[in-house]
């Protein structure tokens, strides 16, 4: 047997075996193990040297000579170069991980050569033997480099995560990004690179690889998680400036996000928390759909209320300017990002112009009237005044006319006239005329309205409805408003939401021959409830309690829209956790319902927590209701009490139904049909 042994043949070794040689010239190798048993689990041995009298020595001072029975051997594997010299009475053995080693190279001698290897702590350690150490020496040299580079690789992931995590505590959420780019990569290239050197070399990289890939996958869901939450503040954020197409990316990118971060199979964010991130984007991003014709239709009703023709012709135009911004949305139907109909807008966009000019139209006129108040008193300054603030309305009147309705321009324009001429000097000297804009300076009567004034020029904040320091009241509103009798009638009386809402419910109707069998029309067409056992409360509990969750979403939105509000069935499916968005267009209150039917099991506190959650962090939503024909356990009712939700039990609603016109679209049970238990 040679002093170097290929240990890579394939064959069996007896050395690896055995203690000792069999035959003539025999021997003992070891006192102790054979070398076979220094392997650890996977280990795989490359290389066996052997001398019989040198041993190992290391440039310390270290030295193993085997005893004069004995030899010293020198095992090299896919891990280390295992030292082992033969003593009486027990061998001893060192060892160097490859990963440690720096340096491999060969020494001749006039009877032996020596293997030397130099390690990171600047070790020296030489095996002589009688053998050519070259090939041992070349091995090592590969294998060393392999197992540095491989160890480097780590390394680099190792401090490219924690750049990461300094850069995400600092709020620089690109950088991070930047840190882990390639970063499982680099670890697959490790522990692909490793491989080549043996299944013991492979498993401690490979340990060490799964440590950093777990903290590589903490890091990317937290990042995902960043990029969602970040995304989510943005939205809201463009929502609050009514930035509502740039409101609907960002929410779509935050649900993205959050849903990336939940396919990272990581441990931070925790799952819980991000599904409540995402619970509450998609809720909102649902309530946003309606949003924008819900903030528009507060300004149209805002407009409505106003008795000043001048703060409601601006508040009409600041409604105009939100439904020409609706009309740049992307309204469809199931795949686009608002609901609406885009006609209904335009047309509701026309209206709304139309009532701003008219508003304008008759705040100039009323202006032009207060003018004349003070011009017959003498008060010239504060005439002037008065007269510019007039000459501006009918100006607005003009440029929203020239727009949108031509053919009003004309008698806008007779009122600029009357004004200019007002500011002209052609003023009422003696009396007040009925018709301001159509006064003529030689039809005043002889006869004067007013009584003289001693009090200053000056005005400030000046109003219709302000009488200053006069004893006379000078500013008085109108008792015939412009829209009797030149805009429209009833301005802003039926809303885009109105109509939108209407078409809804004919859609509803759409297809069915007529009532149905618990269903007849009363005479002003309204649906109502003639189910010979409708008046039994105990038989609407039982087609309540039988009704499916689908059909019970419709029969509650059916409920909300008697009462006046507006609602759209969003449905219970994916992150929306609720079925219905209703919106109250009076009070701008928005209600998110949960429909649960029998089969839904129990309202649990669970439940309520979840809706509240919903709620809190949602975007517009004010509160929960929970509408349910199952049961509901005591916690939940105690939960909600504290929390903004509202149960509405099996009781309530039949209730409910059962003072609407509702109650006639519960299915009838079939002969012999029982509830949902």
Known sequence: MGTIIDLTDGQDHEILERTEADGLFGGEYLDGRPLGEYLREGEQPKYVLRNKKSGVTVDDGRSLEPDSNFQAFALVTD??????????????SLSVRLPD??????????RSNTLVIETLADERWSFPSTGDPEPVAAYLEDATQ????????LDDVEETLSRAEEAMASDEHEAAREHVDGARQTIDTAVHRISEVGPAAHQRIAGRAEELGSWLTDVERELAGGDGARAHAQAQTHWQRDEYEAAAESYDRAIESYREALDIDGSTPSTESLEERLRGAAAERELLRVGPLVDAD????????????????????RALDRY???????????GGQFVADREVIREQTTEIADDAVSDHYEAGRQWLRSGDKLAVQDRDKQ?????????????HAHTLASEIAPDRTETIETAITAAEDRLAGVRPERSVPDDPIGFEPEEE???TETETDDSGDEMDDLSFHD??????QVYEPSQTTATGSFGRENPGTESVLDRIQAQKQARAETGREGPTSAESESGDGTVVDTDPAAGSPDRLRERVKAVGTADLRDIVARLWERKGWKTSVVGAGGEVVYDVVAVDTETEERHLLWIIDADGGPVDRTVIRQCATTVEDGQGSDEAVVVTTGSVTPSAESEAENAPVSIVGLSELVDRLAESSVAGAVPSLEDGESPQT
């Open 79 to 92: 891990l280390r170069v295992i030292f082992v010299v033969g003593q009486a009475g027990g061998d001893d």
């Open 101 to 110: 080693i720096v340096g491999v190279s060969t020494e001749s001698g006039l």
């Open 146 to 153: 392999v197992w540095a580079n491989a160890a480097r690789l």
């Open 298 to 317: 507060t300004s149209r009703r805002r407009a409505v209320a106003l008795a000043d023709p001048e703060d409601a012709a601006s508040e009409w135009e």
């Open 324 to 334: 020409h911004d609706l009309l740049s949305l992307d309204w469809g139907d199931e």
């Open 383 to 395: 005439a002037t005044q008065v007269y510019e603030r007039a000459a501006e309305q009918f100006e």
């Open 445 to 447: 009567d002889d006869e």
């Open 467 to 472: 009488s200053g320091s006069t004893a006379t």
